[in-house]
């Protein structure tokens, strides 16, 4: 299994399509720890 950190990089969805096509090119399943961790509210 692919771990994914998603309090690196810019969090704007890139790391979601990099982690997919990882994903299918290794046969590897993959999760996502941290994801949103630097989020900021936008209310």
């Known amino acids: 299994m692919i771990t ?4 690196e990089g810019e969090g704007g969805g890139q790391i ?3 982690a997919c ?5 290794t ?3 993959f ?3 941290r994801y949103e961790a ?4 936008q209310d």
């Open 27 to 29: 046969g590897k399943p």
């Open 31 to 33: 999760r996502f720890s």
């Open 16 to 18: 979601v399509r990099n």
């Open 21 to 25: 096509a990882l994903s299918l090119v």
């Open 4 to 7: 994914i950190n998603g309090a």
């Open 38 to 41: 630097d989020a900021t509210s």
